[in-house]
């Protein structure tokens, strides 16, 4: 974005924005918490004024949101602990973590109804999750809700019920009774929530798709703006094809992930003879574990390392020459375009959001589940690099620029706040 095209994004006046739901985290680190960092960063940078109300307990700030004026950050806090009694267990830590938070919310509620009392919103603005307790219905009523998620329970629990079998020969049935139990439940409550927004930030085309089909909302109250991504974390580089190359699976080994499609995938490439290895990184979720279904990994082309610290993503990324997503849903995909930003191609499916309107030189999209044609992809990617290196890497890299990058990303937030206010005042003004 150039500096005439920031001046034109910059918004008419400044908004007050009650923010609700995830807020950043201690470490620029990426995940969602990176991602709530770059849109409050980057709309204080344009001016609104926000009020940053999270139910996490009070914690460092990344040093660029510490000290921002326009940003002011009210914290919950529930006591919520890791390896208490409640947290023990990964299905126990996945039900009284959300418990936790929706107890911490419903405490803020009290103090967002005084801030809006003192000086009123604009707008409230819920991040990653639909549903809230922490907005009060004396605002609710005044201040028309704008609802970001990041995901949604309809979309998980269909996968957890399409998927039952892979995942009882994975782990405990009464986990996933248990998992099933409570993304029905939040299913029903978002299908309720979601309907209060008067407007929609969609991470995807696809992931809206979804949203308008399970919970009816209204598409012409959506808008499509991706995930934003600190590209001063990845650096593009412009080396030869690895030898022999690396096919890099980066993210959690559970449902949806399409993970034994990646053991097909491996042994497809094995039985073609393409010189390849595939390394898989990530952890089991806290409600699904598929790490036993890569046990089946062919050794000779394909190897499990686990879970690494996000601050190691770019030095893995950099060491790939091209990275694999092949999930069954998947409304974004920030490993996709965190990919790109490290000038490392993509194979990806046709469900990972993050492809949408990427170049597709240097994103090949397959059909989930197609294993031959993955396969192929990758094979077809692996000849791109080889013979022009250089070229394939600087395009994933402008590609994450031109579509990720925090300033592209949060314009097109602000200008979708504006045009949802500029339409509230039109409803609201009485026709002469």
């Not at 994450?400 to 990303?409: D, I, N």
Request: hydrophobic share 45%.
């Amino acid at each position: 974005m150039s500096a005439a095209d920031i001046v034109a994004a910059m918004p008419a006046r400044s908004l007050r924005i009650a923010w609700l739901g995830v807020g950043p985290s201690a470490r620029e680190s990426g995940g969602v918490p990176g991602v709530a960092t770059e849109l409050l960063h980057g709309l204080a940078g344009l001016g609104h004024r926000i009020d940053c109300f999270s139910a996490s307990p009070e914690h460092a700030l990344p040093p660029r949101l510490a000290g921002v004026e326009n940003l002011v950050f009210i914290w919950g806090g529930s006591g919520w602990r890791w390896d208490r009694w409640y947290s023990r267990s990964k299905i126990a830590a996945f039900g009284t973590g959300l418990l936790a938070r929706g107890l911490s919310a419903l405490r803020l509620r009290h103090e967002v109804a005084r801030r809006h009392r003192e000086e009123p919103y604009d707008v409230v603005y819920q991040f990653s999750s639909i549903e809230t307790l922490g907005l009060p219905p004396s605002v609710a009523r005044r201040v028309p809700l704008v609802i970001h998620p990041e995901t949604h329970s309809a979309g998980e629990l269909g996968f957890l019920i399409a998927e039952r079998r892979l995942s009882f020969s994975c782990q405990p049935r009464h986990t996933w009774a248990i998992a099933v139990t409570i993304m029905s439940l939040r299913t029903l409550v978002q299908r309720v929530a979601i309907r209060r927004a008067r407007l929609l930030v969609c991470i995807s085309g696809v992931f809206r798709s979804h949203l308008v089909r399970d919970y009816g909302f209204p598409a012409q109250h959506t808008v499509v703006v991706p995930n934003p991504v600190r590209l001063e974390r990845f650096t593009a580089s412009t080396r030869s094809l690895g030898e022999p190359p690396t096919v890099l699976i980066l993210g959690r080994i559970a449902v949806r992930k399409g993970i034994e499609d990646v053991v097909a995938v491996a042994r497809t490439l094995l039985e073609r003879d393409v010189d390849v290895r595939l390394r898989i990184v990530g952890g089991p979720g806290l409600w699904s574990d598929y790490t036993p279904l890569l046990e089946d990994l062919p050794r000779e082309n394909a190897e499990y390392v686990g879970r690494i610290p996000p601050s190691e993503i770019p030095a893995e990324l950099a060491r790939a020459d091209v990275l694999l997503q092949a999930s069954r849903y998947e409304p974004f995909a920030l490993t996709v375009a965190e990919a790109l930003a490290a000038g490392v191609p993509v194979v990806a499916t046709s469900e990972v959001g993050a492809i949408e309107g990427v170049d597709p030189a240097v994103a090949i999209e397959v059909a989930p589940g197609d294993v031959a044609a993955t396969a192929t992809a990758i094979t077809t990617m692996l000849e791109r690099l080889r013979s022009d290196p250089a070229g394939v890497r600087s395009t994933a890299r402008a590609e994450a620029e031109r579509l990720f990058a925090p300033e592209v990303v949060c314009a097109h937030v602000s200008s979708a706040l504006e045009g949802l206010l500029d339409s509230v005042r039109t409803t609201a003004t009485p026709r002469g």
